[in-house]
């Protein structure tokens, strides 16, 4: 009788370690990007954290977020250095880089917007209403409206490697 029970009790240790759920340690990185993504004294926050937290707690899964330009993030991602980046959509990618990108569904939209100062204010009803212009966007990022146009220098863009440089660089128009 005690070797049938010990037999059924490494039984069950065995059919259950075959069920046991692999936990997986993930990294996920992103620019700060307020409210979606925020840091402060080394502590993660902001929408996009909150998701991908909790879908790390339904999961089993730990989740190791890193603060990086965006554009480095993408790099490191098409490296598989990281697992994944913090709100991104395929509309800010670009087509021809798409090759090892999934995206998720989508969990909330974000409108795009041009930024101006309020003395620098302009009328933008289409792409060349911005010729001769210098606008500034996220290097990393694609806009699939505008890429024609900085392209054949149509419109003049200047690359910032984060959102700091990005609010910190004197031009009229950021994207």
């Known amino acids: 009788m005690r070797l049938y029970r010990g037999f059924l009790v490494a039984f069950y240790l065995l059919i259950s370690s075959l069920w046991a759920v692999h936990a997986e340690t993930l990294t996920a990185a992103s620019d700060v990007w307020s409210p979606f993504f925020m840091v402060s004294n080394k502590q993660f926050s902001g929408i996009g954290v909150e998701v991908l937290s909790e879908v790390a707690r339904r999961s089993g899964d730990k989740i190791v977020f890193m603060n990086l330009p965006t554009k480095r993030a993408k790099l490191m991602f098409e490296e598989k250095e990281i697992d994944m980046i913090v709100l991104d959509s ?11 990108r999934v995206f998720s569904n989508e969990y909330m939209a974000v409108k795009e917007y041009i930024y101006f100062l309020k003395e620098h204010f302009l009328d933008i009803r289409k792409p060349l209403d911005l010729s001769t212009k210098k606008v500034n966007i996220l290097a990393g990022y694609y806009y699939p409206v505008f890429e024609q146009y900085f392209d054949a220098n149509k419109v003049v863009k200047h690359e910032a490697v984060s959102y700091t440089h990005l609010r910190a660089h004197e031009t009229v128009l950021d994207l």
Not at 90 to 100: E, T
């Open 90 to 100: 395929p509309v800010w990618s670009d087509p021809k880089n798409a090759g090892i």
